[in-house]
């Protein structure tokens, strides 16, 4: 079994920072990509930013020069550095995980969600 478990989100003012965490857990052999996703009220899913293994990342247009992704391949967890929040990234924020598990395939997992706020 494994589970993404997510922190971090809030109520913030506009252009204060926030850090996002996404640990996975379980019977992890490996982990592939990591993203982030957000979704809005009434709007699709974005994709925020994402990581490869090998530490490749990218971004979102509206969030380049603001946000950075990084993980910490020990502790199988990614992170989700947001500066000079902006009332427009307010949404629910996803992490993803590509994974392969221990004895089995590769799946993909998500976490619960996180509520970003973002006041002007």
């Known amino acids: 079994q494994v589970e993404l478990v997510e922190s971090g989100g809030g109520l913030v003012q506009a252009e204060v920072s926030l850090r996002l965490s996404c640990a996975a857990w379980?019977?992890?052999?490996?982990?592939?990509?990591m993203v982030w996703y957000r979704r809005a009220p009434g709007n699709q899913s974005e994709l925020v930013a994402g990581?490869?293994?090998?530490?490749?990342?990218n971004y979102a247009d509206s969030v380049k020069g603001r946000f950075t992704i990084s993980r910490d391949n020990a502790k199988n967890t990614v992170y989700l550095q947001m500066s000079s929040l902006k009332p427009e990234d307010t949404a629910v924020y996803y992490c993803?995980?590509?994974?392969?598990?221990?004895?089995?395939?590769?799946?993909?997992?998500w976490g619960q969600g996180t509520q970003v706020t973002v006041s002007s």
């Open positions: 379980g019977s992890i052999f490996s982990i592939y990509a």
């Open positions: 993803y995980a590509a994974i392969r598990r221990r004895n089995a395939g590769v799946y993909d997992y």
């Open positions: 990581t490869t293994s090998g530490g490749s990342t």
